[in-house]
């Protein structure tokens, strides 16, 4: 059994309480819009493997000078062949959003499951498979409700989905009402 983390969309920060989910599982998948070096290394699965693609924001104008030779050696798309079978990784902004499920499963049928970022929301789809998977922004920006990620367990007999999200970091508490 693998427990795989799940995360998209830092821009640049990476929400400490998914850091620490990734500390629990054996490999760490990055869907793209990484933002710097330091994202990536602070990801620490037990492994020590990560795996990341680009996104639209990974260009090296929006990446520190320092981390250029980093952002030069990511890739576009990512297939780790898991127990059970084949996760898809993409950022998902090289497909257009309408019928965007039904596209990425027309590209990689032979995928158990897909992974895109790209529009920061929240979405598991497992209707059919390949399953299609969207773990959110797991940053500061456009957390759409707060930062979120998913975990995904494979064996050879079955996956299944964890999926993970936080409340806003500084949100302000629920207000009580006065008793009367």
Known sequence: MLRVALLSDTH???DGRIADLVADCDLAVHGGDIGCADVLAGLKPRSGRVAAVLGNNDVPQKWPAADQQLLGTLPLE?????PGGRLVVVHGHRTPAK???AKLRRRFPDARAIVYGHSHRLVADQEVEPWVL???AAGRERTCGGPSCMVLTASHEQWSLAVHRFALAGAPRPRRRPDH
């Open 12 to 14: 640049g920060v990476l």
């Open 78 to 82: 990512v297939t780790e062949d898991l």
């Open 99 to 101: 019928d965007r499920h």
């Open 134 to 136: 969207n773990p959110g």
